[in-house]
Structure formats: structure tokens, C-alpha cells
């Protein structure tokens, strides 16, 4: 079974569009995360919830809005899409807040193509 | 902001060659992790360093965290085809209390030709 899995693999969309990544973990991990990877491969946090608690959130614009119903899941809408947000998406999750030395598991990424 | 410098940022080499890859601050970090990523998938933790001067080896892969905790290196003795992807180390925020954050580096993409 995955333990991070996301939906979807693939996003091509038109610009302006509105768009959802899902992400679901079977961990029973309490923080879950969002992180961008650019096309040069720098990997960023975006946010980051502890028991369905926003607890991160980086300088990423208003566009963007995670939603996390439950522990297990976190979702990220995403509204009137702009080419500089192709990227792939990374959700993850960790057994507790990450402090000092906590594993991260990450989900396998959804490349988001705005055209 | 800590930033984490890595280097180099491309390396290919043969088989059977050994190499070292190295990460660096000037800031301190209360632990630092080292992920291998292979493509179109997430990164994968291979280890997490806490102690400065710590050594950790994981079969040919020999993982060391600075005295000052500011920098690390990987070294890859014999390195295999399988060694391929994506190396990327992180470093956990040393301040902020339990809301600490992994901050990632650029990461070195290695190749391991047969």
C-alpha cells in the first residue's frame, strides 16, 4: 500500500483555471506538507499542518488554499493558474511536527503544466 | 533565512569511481538529513545526522555532519549505476521551537555511467 499518495499524477491546464491536488497518507502521521519543486529542482516548503492545523505557511500567494479535513488528508486548491506555477507538487507527511530529526515521507509528485 | 549550498550540482562518472558530494551553511542546524530522489518520484530519506562530527555509514555510503553542525558531506565509495537520482540534503531550522521546517538545498544530480 502507498503510503503518500497524491492525485493527480499529471496536470495540464490553461491558464486562469482553477485547480485541486489531492493528498492522502495511511501513516497515522499528525503533519502533513506541501511542497513546490521548481524546474531546477529546488524543493520549498509551501505549508505544512499538525492535526489538521495550519502551522507553516510560506510566502506563497492568496491562490493558493490548503484544506485539510482530517488528519489523513491534504488537500490544495489552487485559482486562476499563472504560468509560474508549473511545477511539481509534493505532499508529505511526518510522524510529528519536524523537529531536529523527523522522517519525511514523500508522496510521488503531480506535475502541474500551465499553458 | 539559512540557506544550504550543495556542490557540485551535476556530477557523472564510471562505475566504480568514488565520489563526494558536500553541503554547506553558515548557519547552524540542529540536525541535518540527506534524501535521494529518482525520477518522478518524492524524495526518499537516506539518513539524518543530529550530533556535530557524527559519521554515519549506510553500506557504501558514508554520511558526516560538521563539528560546527553547519555543513555535510556524502561520500559514495564505489559508485554503481544504481546510485543514479537526485541527492538533496536538509536542514532542520534551529530555532523556532516545535515549528521547525526542513530546509532543502539544490541538490546534486549524479550519474553513474556503466
Known amino acids: 500500500d502507498t503510503a503518500v499518495s497524491q492525485t493527480p499524477k499529471y496536470l495540464v491546464t490553461q491558464m486562469g483555471n482553477d485547480k485541486s491536488i489531492k493528498c492522502e497518507q495511511n501513516?497515522?502521521?499528525?503533519?502533513m506538507y506541501w511542497y513546490k519543486q521548481d524546474s531546477k529542482k529546488f524543493l520549498k516548503i509551501m505549508f505544512s499542518?499538525?492535526?489538521?492545523?495550519?502551522?507553516i505557511n510560506e510566502t506563497v500567494p492568496n491562490r493558493f488554499s490548503p484544506k485539510s479535513p482530517d488528519k489523513a488528508h491534504l488537500n490544495l486548491h489552487i485559482n486562476s493558474l499563472e504560468l509560474g506555477d508549473s511545477a511539481v507538487y509534493f505532499c508529505?507527511?511526518?510522524?510529528?511536527?519536524?523537529?531536529?530529526?523527523?522522517?519525511?515521507?514523500f508522496g510521488s509528485g503531480t506535475q502541474l503544466s500551465v499553458l | 533565512t539559512q540557506l544550504l549550498e550543495q556542490s557540485p550540482q551535476f556530477l557523472s562518472i564510471q562505475e566504480g569511481e568514488n565520489l563526494t558530494v558536500y553541503c554547506n551553511s553558515s548557519?547552524?542546524?540542529?540536525?541535518l538529513q540527506w534524501y535521494r530522489q529518482e525520477p518522478g518520484e518524492g524524495p526518499v530519506l537516506l539518513v539524518t545526522?543530529?550530533?556535530?562530527?557524527e559519521v554515519k555509514k549506510l553500506k557504501r555510503l558514508t554520511f558526516q555532519f560538521g563539528d560546527a553542525r553547519k555543513d555535510s558531506s556524502l561520500h559514495i565509495t564505489a559508485a554503481q549505476p544504481g546510485d543514479t537520482g537526485l541527492y538533496l540534503c536538509?536542514?532542520?531550522?534551529?530555532?523556532?521551537?516545535?515549528?521547525?521546517?526542513?530546509?532543502f538545498g539544490k541538490g546534486t544530480k549524479l550519474s553513474v555511467k556503466p
Open positions: 508529505a507527511s511526518s510522524l510529528r511536527v519536524t523537529v531536529r530529526s523527523e522522517k519525511l515521507f
Open positions: 548557519s547552524v542546524f540542529s540536525s
Open positions: 545526522v543530529v550530533t556535530g562530527g
Open positions: 536538509a536542514g532542520a531550522q534551529s530555532y523556532g521551537g516545535s515549528q521547525g521546517n526542513l530546509i
Open positions: 501513516l497515522g502521521h499528525d503533519t
Open positions: 499542518y499538525n492535526n489538521k492545523e495550519l502551522i
